[in-house]
Every structure is written in structure tokens, then in C-alpha cells.
């Protein structure tokens, strides 16, 4: 596993803010409007402070014109009146195309029809770190709002100057700009027609309020649901090129086995067989996937496995393997845990674990290469799409600017396509066989070659006094990672630390990173923290919560959810959690049943109280909201990757098992749309809750609490 | 070593050159390109693959293209008739029964295997029908409705 270390670092769970540089430049004008016509274009240069992760240190190309890394995104208003946004963000499911494109008409004035968004292509989008922290709505909505306001008022001026009138009294709607005195009005069409008129733009000025939105907010239906329901969509795994091969590749038996033995006599005898052999990079490529498949199973290996860890040792792996000196920045300290502990009447202490989960995004990793002249172009489905660019051209030893990365709308990826595996796989082929080849990994290969979302443990001491104040919260989490960490509860005596572990399994990002983790542990202790201070749960975090956008989503929830609810049945429990991650708020409400004769059990109903600011698109919010409950039980249940010696033992749909229709309870989703606050991202935050609010019903309907997620891989049998 | 083989696909009739043991589904992706069918596991365990053969949904991963000679196929593509999409695709789309969409396809083809057996399937028999379709997106709940939905729309008119 030594190679794997090398080579991929997990992604830092920590968003620190930095200031970008600020530089003057002017436009590769001419260009730009050569490519897209001419018309009227606005760019943003964000000035602003924006994360790092959002404006880390690269070269960006447009048609080899190196332009300023401080552009972000751009539009374009062309000739025949199409709006064209441009954003280097992928579509994985989410549905920002439709969320940034009602934006857009809602700032430009144009019907949401005649808006398309250029998406994810290192040659014709800005420069972007990639598709993750759920970050597109935050940064993209007020950065489309203030070009597409630009525009707006270029248009005007153009109108302006055309009737030799003040532009003040202009207005522009409807894609027109008319003139209320005279009566006169010019399309945008006609406005831009002949035109190369670019305005930068500071990502600074203020912004519609949501309140006045008129396309923005409403539950606009995914762009393209036709092309989707119809089977039209190309996603990558389906594109096919002229003379594309179909690449296969030789994995070893085991993470970090060696090769001993080798002979590829008879897949090379093969017609239209290439076999590449290249390090430890071994590979077909052939006419096609049966073919491809038939040339590796006749290369013959041997290869010397490496004893390691395996699943069922591997909580206390990590707690021993922790790195000793935990550095500073990973350690929040406040009031003195001594005192807290003195001052408080009930005291817990607890360990919670978390298995590692695979992603498996129903469409596995793809890539299709192709090289003309040096050059290389890939189509894949990754979240980050210019760092692919990057890695491809260190791997082949190319300027990046001779290399294009272009994201299809993909299968989703929920964090776990970050990494260009594919590509460079495809890449290499392509370069071996000078045609373009498409490599598509099997199920198998997504569930053992792909990362994982880092197991933890996470270990936990509380005091809390007879009336049920918290007096002291120590929190130390092993490996899993640092998002959500911070307990949102008012606590005097803290003490918050996050242990650094070396990596067992290639790990990386999933959605919500560790926050599931850590609000597991978290709201799974507090709710043993209400019951010895003999406390209803709610009423226990209320008194402990002055932070006001939590309290409402864990109000809203317990309302809908009908809190506290009066045991009817057998069997029957109902949980609570809440908690907060990346500007936005969650809490949710589980009842549950269980069989104690067989075991077996089930979510009955979830309320999900959910608040981001203001909401986009509502449509795609909640679908956004129940399908990360869906993923989020699976997590909570019964998912976890099995490992033992380097393989992977559970690495098939049938073995690892995800959530099915079967599972899945009843979802109510209330939003709470702040029209007074900036639009924060969905995507993550809403998946955070499920497992202690699941967890915690489960204690109160049987009296068993489980620290462990998945909390009942195997059912839950009488204690 | 391929023998050449005929299938009807849609309403088509293709000659097929790939060995009769590979799966219908490479035949169609790849020999075919119909690439509206996918592939999610090809252990038959997703239902992504999922087409009508002689009417029944099956999991094309599974079944060799041999096997498919004498039934005709019906693929996600072949749905559409006349620029007027199936009523379980309009009423995925009414839905918005999809967020990655990819395992739209296999989803659709279920639902309407299932239809064409039951024209008005109740909750459970739907969830029963689906449960070999993984949405590793969650959108569950919507596609429930929209098959409830098509299931409306179909009886409307009177199909
Ligand atoms: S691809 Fe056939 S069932 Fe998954
Ligand atoms: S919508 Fe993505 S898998 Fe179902």
C-alpha cells in the first residue's frame, strides 16, 4: 500500500480562508469572441477572500491565452440572444445547472430557456478546484447574480447609446430593453448583435435580495429531464469516439502485493491486443470490452501479498497507531475540564466507532482519451476537473495547457470522484495503441480500487449538572477526519481534539466528510446526557443551545414530527439529533420499529428540518435533502467495507449492501427558506443527522445503545 | 468464432457479430449503441441494465445475447413513440423522479414491466418491483410517484 500513500493525500477537512491576490490584466479579448461569437461578456475576478480551496495556485487556459487565475466564471450574451454561463463545476446530480441557470434569468431578465451553462472543461471554463464542500451555491449564485447584472446594464448602455438617451430610464425585461417614454424597445439579440463588448468585474457589489427573486427560489424541473428519461444523456461511460478501444486493467490480488512472476505470450498474440506494461502498470487494450477482458485473463501473474490489518481489528488499530504529537492546529481548548468534571452531577464517558463506507456511485469511474498531436483530451466523470488536468499532465510529462479534461453530466459521485484514476488509465492506453480508448472499471474494481470514507473512533467524556447543563465536553476523534467537530452546544470547559491516524484503506472525501461521524458520536452521547439528567431530549439540547438557526431547524422538526411522541407499540422509538455544518442547519426526527423476536429493523418516518438560507430551487433542495437521508440510513444501518490482508471482502452490490426501496421510511423534508441570508450549499450537511436520530430511536425503543456505526449490520436481537 | 446472430431490438432488426455468451448489454452498448441502457454491477444485483424481453423486464447484464434471439427487445430508446414520450416517462419527468439520472433507465424499464403486468399496482407491489433498482441518490420516494402518476395517466387513457 506503500504506492497508494505516495500518491494520493486525502483531501484536508479544513476550509481555511486566505486571501486571493488582486492583479489588473486585460482580457485575451479577441479570443474569446472568436470561440464564442460575438456579443456582450462579463467576467468576474474575485478580489474577495475566498477559501483556498477555491483559488488554489494553477494556470488556466482559454484556447492557450493564459488567463488570470482571479476569474472565476464569465457570461456571454450572443448574437442570436442564447445566454451562455460558464463555470468550471460539474453535474453529478445535484442539479446546479438548473439552480446557476434560473439564477442567471433571474438576474439577466431572460426567460430560463434561453439560459445554457457551459460546465466543467478545462478549456472553455474558468479555472476551478473542483466540486466539493458544498461550495457551488454559495460562490456561484452571487457571482452569477453580479455578471449577469453586468450584462444587464452593458445591454442598457448599448440601448442607451443607440436612442442617444440616458440609460436611468431604461428597463430591461424579458430579454428587451425598452424605453417607457418613447415606447421603443431592442431584444438583447439585436442589442449584442455585431458587438465585443467584455467587462471585468469585482465579485463585490451588492445583489437582488432574495425576496425580490422572480425565477430564482422556484421549483424550476431539471434542465434536460428529457434527454435523461429518454436515454439520450451521454454520460462518459457511454460516449464513444471513431476507433475507440476498450481498455481493461490488471489489478494485483491485494493492496500493496508485489509482482513475482509475468507472461503476457498469449494476450499479446491476440488480434487487435495491445498489452501495456509500464511499472507497475499493467493493461489491455483491444476492439472490444469481451476481447479486452479475455486478453487480461491470459496474461499470467504471480504476486507476493503483504500481510495487514484487517476491518475487525481495526478500531483498536487506529486508537494505537495515532500519531503522538498531535499538532496544535487540530486542538480547540476553552474554560478547564477539571473544573467541569468537579461541577457536574452525571458523568459519561464513551467510544464510538465508524466503519469505513464505499461511495459506489451507481455510474463507476469512466474515462475516454484521445491524443492528436501531443495533445490530450479526456472526458471523465470527476468533481475536479482541472486538478485531473494537472495530474495528467505531471503523469505524462506534457504542459497541462496540452491537455483538456471535460466533465459529461456524470452519475453522481457524493465526494468519492475526486482522483483521475480513469483517466490516467485511459490516457495511457491511448498513448500505447495512438487510438482513443475508453476504460469503464467494473463494480468490483469501484468497491476495491476507488477510497473510502476513513473509519474513526471517537472518544468522548461529559458532565452535566442535576438540572442538566453541560459543564464540561471532551471530544477526541481518531482519523476520521475534523468537519463537524465542534459541538455547537454552550459549554464553558471544552477541549476538542482531532488525532491523526495513518492511512489503512485509501481514503478521501464523501459527502459531509467526517461530519456524520462526528454528529454521530456528538448527538448519540447527548442523548445519553438527557437521560441521566431524567431530561426529554429536546428540551436537554434546548437548554444548552443559544445559537439561534439551530434551534429553529430542531424546533421545526420536533413540531412536524409531532415531538415528544407517546409510545404505541411494541417495539416502537422514537430519536432526535441536530447539528450544523458549512452555513447550513439540520435536524432530524426518527421513529423506528423493531422486532425483538427476530431482530429485524426498520425506519418507520423521518421529518428532516432543513435551513440554508435562501433556497435556489426548492424542486432540487429536497431531492437533495431526501436522498441524502436515503444514503445516509444505508451509512447508519448496514454499509460497511470488509477487509482483511488487503482485500477487500464485500466488494459486490450483493454483499455490501445499500439502501433498497424496501428500506426506505416514510420522508417528510421541511424547508426553512431565510430569504434574509446568503444561499449556503446542500449537498452535505442534510446526511449528517440521520444516524443518531436513527440511533437514539433505537435506544428508545429496546433501552440498547449502540456507539458503533452501522449501528445493526445485523439486525437488532433482545439484549 | 462469432456466429452471426439476429436479434430485434425496437422494433429492429440487427445482425449481431459478438460471441453468443456476451451479455445482451454489451451487445446493446457497445455493437449497438444504445447506450441508454446501463451498467451498474453487471452481477444482475442494480437493475440498471434492466430491458423488456418479450415484455418482462430483465436484467440485461445477465443474459447472454444468445438468448435474446427469438423475443424482441425493448430498450429505454425504443419507449419514445412519434416524438411523444411514454406516459412512465412523462411522468418520471413530472416527478423529477431522477438527480444523477443514471439509474433513470432501469428504473423506467421496471416500472414499466410492471405496469403492463399490473395497471394498478399498489404501494407495496411497486416497492416489490423495484427492490432489485438501486438509486444510490436517494430519489425513492419520487419514483413511487411517478409510477403511481404513469399508472393514472395509462388508465386515463385507457390502455
Ligand atoms: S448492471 Fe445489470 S444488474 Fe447491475
Ligand atoms: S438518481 Fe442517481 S442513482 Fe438514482
Redesign the interface.
Known sequence: MSTMKERFAPEPERYEFSAAPMHQFELARRDFFKVLGAGIAVFVVAKEALPAQETAAGSRSFHNEELPKEITSWLHVGEDGVVTGFTGKAE????IRTSISQTIADELRVPFESVRLVLADTTLTPFDAGTFGSRTTPTMTPQFRRVAEAARNLLIGVAAKEWNVAPEGLVAADAKVTDPTSKRSLSYAELARGKTLAQNLPAEDPITPASEWKIAGKPL??VD??A????????T??I?LDGML?GKVLRPPSFGATLTSYDDTAAKAMTGVTVVRDGDFIAVAAP???EAQKALDAIHTQWKEVPQVPSKEIFSHLKKNAEPSSNERFRRQKGSLEEGLAAAAHRIDATYNVAYIA??????RAAVAQWTDGKLAVWTGTQRPFANRDELASVFHIPESNVRVIVP????A?GGKHTSDAAIEAARLARATGKPVKV?W??EEEFTWAYFRPAGVIEVSSGVTGDGKLTAWEFHNYHSGMSGIETPYDVANQLTQYHQVPLVLRSGSYRGLAATANHFARETHMDALARVAKMDSLEFRLKNLSDVRMRAVLEAAAKSCGWPRKKTQEGQGFGLACGAEKGSYVATCAEVAVDRASGSVRVVRVVEAFECGAIVNP??LR??V??????GLGGALFEAVEFENGHIKNP???AYR?????D?PE?EAVLLDRKDLPSAGAGETPIMTIAPAVGNALFDATGIRLNNLPLVPNGLRAA | MAKAMEIEVNGKHYAVS??AD?PLL?VL???L???????????G??G?CTVLIGGAPKRSCQIPVSAAVAKPVT???G??KEAK?HPV??A??DA?A????????GM?MSSVGLLQKNANPKREE??QS?????????????I?EAVQHAAKMMQERGR
Open positions: 453529478m446530480g445535484q442539479n424541473p431539471k429531464g428529457r435523461f428519461v429518454t436515454g439520450r444523456h451521454q454520460y461511460s457511454d464513444r476498450y472490444s470490452a469481451h461511495h459506489a456511485p451507481l455510474e463507476p453530466d456524470t452519475g453522481a457524493y469503464v467494473t463494480r424542486d432540487g431531492n437533495q431526501v436522498g441524502a437521508i436515503i444514503q459486490h452490490f450483493s445499500v439502501p433498497r426501496f424496501r426506505v420522508i | 459478438y460471441p456476451t454489451d452498448r457497445d455493437e449503441s444504445l447506450t441508454g441502457t446501463k451498467y451498474g454491477c453487471g452481477e444485483q442494480c440498471a430498450t429505454i430508446e419507449l419514445e414520450l416517462q412523462q418520471f419527468l423529477g431522477f438527480q444523477c439520472a443514471f439509474c433513470t433507465s423506467l411497486i416497492v423495484l427492490q432489485g433498482n438501486i438509486c444510490r441518490c436517494g430519489t425513492h420516494p419520487r413511487i
